[in-house]
């Protein structure tokens, strides 16, 4: 027996009185103008002989519930009904099928769920509950009759993402009372998901659950960043015995939460934090002889997991949970050493198609909830439209399944025509709305947080950056002609910028380090450039003695700097722990990456309220710095899904030891190297049926061995050479041990 449902709105089945599937947020959140998942359940072990009832609550959700930050127009986005769609297919060992299906026979009732929202919790007075009332055999005559509602003009599909599930559970570290006079519970770590507890209290005893990420300097619940959203849930006790309580359509972000009404002492054991999010699967994994990296390591991974709530979110808390393209566009590569993101960008991929404006414009956030706060003219941003091409590339290299690239192939082209005819006959791209390299590191306020850097320049780098990867893509579908075709536009994309940017001796206009670094990352400058242009940044760097860059700057800077031979530069930036930096949220305490740089003062204050998320995975892009350089790991672009490895450390930083795997399509992928006593050593996974090039850095062929055997001359290797001061040996699958000795290191 299979059950088929969706819903306008959330929807949680039962059949015979039990919950069926252990999903949450069902349907998921598509763009539901256009298209709704169904989820398919067996549920033939359910059944029994004689009379069986089939019953479902329903919430607000995504479809009519609080969405964005607009208080006139932020309900009821999708439509005002809720609507449930149900189908059970019985079939007979005799080959015979039954169905039932949602009709006008369905009853409806209001339960004791009296407020549902994704932004405000969960309001539930146990006292209306009805005992028994989605088992056979209840009396429902004080139930209604159910409206049947016309046919959507959306689509339905089968659910395609990883489902929205519990993942893991939290106790809470301790119970603190705080200055203001507030019970509050500390999860020890900033979270995603609710709180379910157990309490024995009369009848009428209403518990308040209030959430928070951080306290304030005087050590009281902070909420101000929350903005509107309440994030509170209200329990009302039934006064029978011990009760058991969580919510149904709604997610918290928090590490704190402040009890009220509890009856008696407020005892850690009474509650469980549970953790939810999209069942993507753990692929990778990072540390090294540095504690604070390995705490940027936890963020970034639980930063991640807090936002890939079916779609991926800016954040989890405040009155917004949207799915920002920008975001998600310079993280994609980080979160796909993480893990197993293929489906999930998938099924997120479609809808960034399907709300794809008609001129090939791509809305700041997916599912487009935000239509209405943009201008026409001003619905798409370089940097974040580039989503629709740069995350089809990153599953596709990440994974190596070509799939992607065909599906979003119309979409992918539609976005760079878009910037072609935005651009125009001089291809640079100088108009529209632009988020600029949005909260850039500045010493004073400015008007706009994204205002450092040329919005034209930025605009005009992220034209070509998309152009390039359309063209790569149209070679690897074997559309040769269009391959050829986005080349060409690409050069005289450079060509352009290069004559409207670029002084004759390498300067970039708007001397920033974002304007550096993605110049040099998406190769805009003429080749003879380069090498001075890397050194402009560099000097600039080390001049502030920090990064300077925004969400757009920050992803690239440390690589840039260590494929032009400032390893040591990016490793300042990596290990200093003074704002701003990556490490200065570890020093304050943070087990999740921030949206600002500061959003915690160094003497204690909070940065402004309005836009001061502490789990927005954004920053965390430096993640992908880590596994490619620090560790090693590295894709091959020719080879996608890592059927051929780089594994190419570069030590530095201070660092004694690093490790770092990835479980890709073909198995496991690790790299893993330490420095004792002036010698360097350097293990090596590489999985069946691929090939890995290995690179020992400061190495000498005539003092390197695997497995204490010189690489020279083997012929149980692939291939053994010198090149400069760098040792590359070419293997098959296999585990290998190499030794050199250092010639010098950072």
């Known amino acids: 027996a299979r059950l088929y449902a969706t819903a306008m709105g959330l929807y949680e089945m039962s059949l015979n009185g039990k919950r069926v599937g252990e999903e949450?947020?069902?349907?998921?959140?598509?763009?539901?103008?256009?298209?709704?998942?169904?989820?398919?359940?067996?549920v033939?072990?359910?059944?029994?002989?004689?009379?069986?009832?089939?019953?479902?609550?329903?919430?607000?959700?995504?479809?009519?519930?609080?969405?964005?930050?607009?208080?006139?127009?932020?309900?009821?986005?999708?439509?005002?009904?809720?609507?449930?769609?149900?189908?059970?297919?019985?079939?007979?060992?005799?080959?015979?099928?039954?169905?039932?299906?949602?009709?006008?026979?369905w009853k409806s009732a209001t339960g004791p769920v009296l407020l549902s929202d994704i932004y405000d919790g969960e309001t539930y007075d146990a006292r209306l509950e009805q005992p028994g009332w989605n088992e056979a055999g209840f009396n429902e005559k004080n139930w209604q009759s159910v409206?049947?509602?016309?046919?959507?003009?959306?689509?339905?599909?089968?659910?395609?993402?990883?489902?929205?599930?519990?993942?893991?559970?939290?106790?809470?570290?301790k119970v603190l009372k705080t200055p203001?006079?507030?019970?509050?519970?500390?999860?020890?770590?900033?979270?995603?998901?609710?709180?379910?507890?157990?309490?024995?209290?009369?009848?009428?005893?209403?518990?308040?659950?209030?959430?928070?990420?951080?306290?304030?300097?005087?050590?009281?619940?902070?909420?101000?960043?929350?903005?509107?959203?309440?994030?509170?849930?209200?329990?009302?006790?039934?006064?029978?015995?011990?009760?058991?309580?969580?919510?149904?359509?709604?997610?918290?972000?928090?590490?704190?939460?402040?009890?009220?009404?509890?009856?008696?002492?407020?005892?850690?054991?009474?509650?469980?934090?549970?953790?939810?999010?999209?069942?993507?699967?753990?692929?990778?994994?990072?540390?090294?002889?540095?504690?604070?990296?390995?705490?940027?390591?936890?963020?970034?991974?639980?930063?991640?997991?807090?936002?890939?709530?079916?779609?991926?979110?800016?954040?989890?808390?405040?009155?917004e949970r949207l799915g920002w393209t920008g975001d998600a566009q310079v993280f994609a590569r980080t979160a796909s050493f993480n893990h197993d993101t293929a489906a999930f960008y998938t099924k997120w991929l479609k809808d960034v198609a399907l709300d794809q404006e008609d001129d090939g414009a791509v809305p700041f956030v997916i599912p487009n909830v935000l239509s209405h706060e943009t201008r026409k003219g001003e619905a798409a941003s370089a940097g974040w439209a580039d989503v629709a091409v740069v995350v089809p590339w990153v599953v596709y290299q990440s994974f190596g399944?070509?799939?992607?690239?065909?599906?979003?192939?119309?979409?992918?082209?539609?976005?760079?025509?878009?910037?072609?005819?935005?651009?125009?006959?001089?291809?640079?791209?100088?108009?529209?709305?632009?988020?600029?390299?949005?909260?850039?590191?500045?010493?004073?306020?400015?008007?706009?947080?994204g205002a450092t850097t040329d919005k034209d320049l930025i605009q005009t780098t992220y034209f070509a950056r998309s152009t390039a990867l359309l063209a790569k893509t149209a070679e690897a579908l074997g559309k040769r002609e269009e391959a050829a075709e986005y080349n060409g536009l690409e050069e005289k994309i450079k060509g352009a910028f290069q004559r409207e940017f670029v002084t004759p001796d390498g300067r970039i206009a708007s001397n920033t380090q974002t304007a550096y670094a993605l110049a040099l990352a998406f190769e805009l400058l003429p080749q003879e450039q380069r090498?001075?242009?890397?050194?402009?940044?560099a000097a600039d760097v080390k001049k502030f003695g920090h990064l300077t860059t925004g969400f757009l700057g920050t992803p690239v800077l440390c690589q840039v700097l260590s494929d032009y031979g400032y390893l040591d530069v990016a490793y300042m930036l990596l290990n200093r722990t003074e704002y701003p930096s990556w490490l200065y949220p570890v020093t304050?305490?943070?087990?999740?990456?921030?949206?600002r740089w500061?959003?915690?003062?160094?003497?204690?204050?909070?940065?402004?309220?309005?836009?001061?998320?502490?789990?927005?995975?954004?920053?965390?892009?430096?993640?992908?710095?880590?596994?490619?350089?620090?560790?090693?790991?590295?894709?091959?672009?020719?080879?996608?899904?890592?059927?051929?490895?780089?594994?190419?450390?570069?030590?530095?930083?201070?660092?004694?030891?690093?490790?770092?795997?990835?479980?890709?399509?073909?198995?496991?992928?690790?790299?893993?190297?330490?420095?004792?006593?002036?010698?360097?050593?350097?293990?090596?996974?590489?999985?069946?049926?691929?090939?890995?090039?290995?690179?020992?850095?400061?190495?000498?062929?005539?003092?390197?061995t695997e497995s204490q055997k010189p690489v020279a001359g083997r012929t149980d290797l692939l291939g053994a050479r010198q090149a400069g001061e760098t040792v590359i040996v070419e293997v098959g699958s296999g585990t290998y041990v190499f030794e050199s000795a250092l010639s010098g290191t950072n």
Not at 86 to 105: C, H, K, M, N, W
């Open 24 to 42: 949450y947020f069902t349907p998921g959140w598509t763009s539901y103008d256009f298209r709704y998942q169904y989820q398919t359940y067996d």
């Open 588 to 595: 304050k305490g943070a087990t999740t990456i921030w949206e």
């Open 147 to 173: 409206t049947v509602m016309g046919p959507s003009k959306a689509k339905l599909v089968a659910s395609a993402g990883p489902p929205v599930k519990a993942i893991e559970e939290i106790t809470p570290v």
């Open 598 to 704: 500061d959003g915690l003062k160094p003497d204690g204050s909070f940065q402004d309220a309005g836009m001061n998320s502490f789990n927005h995975y954004a920053y965390g892009a430096i993640g992908e710095w880590m596994y490619r350089v620090v560790a090693g790991i590295e894709l091959d672009e020719s080879h996608p899904g890592y059927k051929h490895i780089l594994v190419q450390p570069q030590p530095g930083g201070g660092l004694t030891y690093a490790k770092a795997s990835v479980e890709s399509m073909y198995g496991r992928v690790a790299s893993e190297w330490k420095i004792a006593e002036g010698k360097f050593t350097l293990t090596v996974e590489v999985p069946p049926n691929t090939t890995a090039t290995v690179r020992l850095p400061k190495a000498k062929i005539g003092q390197t």
């Open 180 to 319: 203001a006079g507030d019970t509050v519970l500390d999860m020890g770590q900033n979270m995603v998901g609710w709180m379910r507890f157990h309490l024995t209290a009369p009848a009428g005893t209403t518990i308040t659950l209030r959430h928070a990420e951080v306290l304030d300097k005087a050590g009281n619940l902070y909420t101000e960043n929350l903005r509107a959203a309440r994030e509170t849930i209200r329990y009302t006790a039934k006064g029978q015995g011990t009760e058991t309580f969580q919510p149904h359509f709604t997610f918290q972000g928090f590490r704190y939460v402040a009890v009220s009404g509890w009856p008696g002492e407020v005892k850690p054991q009474d509650f469980t934090g549970v953790v939810v999010h999209s069942a993507i699967s753990r692929t990778g994994s990072f540390e090294t002889s540095n504690p604070l990296l390995n705490q940027l390591q936890h963020n970034i991974i639980w930063g991640q997991k807090g936002n890939f709530v079916d779609v991926p979110t800016d954040c989890p808390q405040r009155d």
């Open 401 to 449: 399944d070509k799939r992607i690239l065909e599906e979003q192939y119309a979409s992918m082209k539609a976005w760079v025509e878009y910037m072609r005819r935005q651009a125009g006959e001089n291809y640079i791209w100088s108009n529209g709305f632009s988020f600029g390299d949005w909260l850039a590191f500045a010493t004073t306020r400015s008007d706009y947080p």
């Open 44 to 105: 033939t072990n359910s059944l029994k002989s004689g009379a069986n009832c089939i019953a479902a609550i329903l919430g607000d959700g995504w479809f009519r519930g609080r969405l964005a930050w607009n208080p006139k127009n932020n309900r009821n986005h999708y439509g005002k009904k809720l609507a449930l769609l149900a189908q059970l297919a019985i079939t007979y060992r005799d080959g015979s099928q039954q169905i039932v299906t949602s009709d006008d026979e």
């Open 531 to 537: 090498a001075q242009a890397a050194a402009r940044l």
